[in-house]
Every structure is written in structure tokens, then in C-alpha cells.
């Protein structure tokens, strides 16, 4: 079971399969780097290294 983020759909690419990923660029380190989900502009993205040092707070 996964968590959607945000819940807006894009495309219409299911659940199943090999992940989308989504370029964006580190909030920290400024690298560019390829998450999981869309990024809105919401919230900073992170890489992956810099994503384990700033741990989301809030639960998804
Ligand atoms: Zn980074």
C-alpha cells in the first residue's frame, strides 16, 4: 500500500508498473536529482542524501 502525494493525477499512469520519476532539483544542495512523485512547488525537494537529513515532519 503507498501513499499518494498530493492526490492530483497526472496523466493517467496506474499504480502498478515502474515508477514515474520526476526531475527536480535538490532544495539543499541545489543537484538535480529525480524523485518519485511530481513536485509542486509546495514543498522543497530533496535528493536522496539530503532527503535523509531533512525528514519530512508532517505525515503524508
Ligand atoms: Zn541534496
Redesign the pocket.
Known amino acids: 500500500m503507498e501513499r499518494r502525494f498530493g492526490g492530483g493525477r497526472s496523466g493517467g499512469y496506474g499504480d502498478r508498473g515502474p515508477r514515474e520519476m520526476h526531475k527536480a532539483t535538490?532544495?539543499?544542495?541545489?543537484?538535480e536529482?529525480e524523485v518519485p512523485f511530481e513536485p509542486d512547488g509546495s514543498r522543497p525537494v530533496?535528493?536522496?542524501?539530503?532527503?535523509s537529513?531533512h525528514r519530512p515532519e508532517r505525515r503524508y
Open positions: 535538490c532544495a539543499d544542495c541545489g543537484k536529482c530533496y535528493c536522496k542524501d539530503c532527503y537529513k
